[in-house]
């Protein structure tokens, strides 16, 4: 028999799941839309029977567990709790559901913490002890490793990096405060960026042709490509704010690397560069040049079901 580990990403539109092997191959995969469960226990009932259908192609296959990724997920308990992106209220015991449909051992966490979790067992993390995975996407999440373990907390949702305050009374954040680091530090706080750049700056730039909605962090990173100065000027500016944030975490835990990963660590060089310039002149002395900051070495395509299959093989290894 092969032990497989099913990693699910459970998204607020899709879902992705797919069987991993313990090198981190994606023996196989499959997606389908969240948005068509309204009701939790209906959801549990699919994702079942489409993990029962992948393990079915292959007769050696034997389930080892199912790691799972999701938004306000609670690695303690097993629960989503109050997510604003799912249409599931209130606090779902999902690991339990699943459990009751398939008997193997059941692990949730939010995304961020998943992702961390795929750098540490399958990606470029393998042999650090002490690190952070910064996730850029909409938002900006995080999952911290100190000491080779996971920082889940006392409540289950450690490793808000996202909110912690940057700016006091900045932009406003969906968590209801000000001034947090994901309203400047995301692919969303960059476009933010550029629009109050565009009305502050009078240069020409060829984003002002792009209507606000449909301004993009790939767009702005092409044009700062192009060396567009509004698009520079942002880049080097979300760099600078990401890069504060990164030495408050860097004081608190001393991790040896920082690695980057979502749509906005996309950008590569264009956002890296002014980081790593930021951390050389501003790091706090006793840490200085002792934190890399990396690619995710985790591909984008397949990294929410990896990351969240690594939560099992994690245990398995241990
Ligand atoms: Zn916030």
Redesign the pocket.
Known sequence: MKKVVAGVDIGGTNTVFGLVDENGKVLSHGTFKTTDYPKVENFVTTLASEIKKLLAAKKEYELAGIGIGAPDANYHRGTIEHAPNLAWKGIVPLADLIKKKINVPVAVTNDANAAAMGEMIFGGAKKMKDFIVLTLGTGLGSGIVIDGKMVYGHTGFAGEL??MTVVPNGRE?????KG?L??YASATGLVKTVIQLMSEMRDESPLRDIPPSKLTSKKIAEAAANNDPVAVRAMNETAAILGFGIINAIVFSSPEAIFLFGGLAQAGDLLFKPVRAYLKKNNYVLMKDTVKILPSEISESNGAVLGSAALIWNDLKN
């Open positions: 996202g909110h954040c969906g968590c209801g405060r947090c994901e309203t």
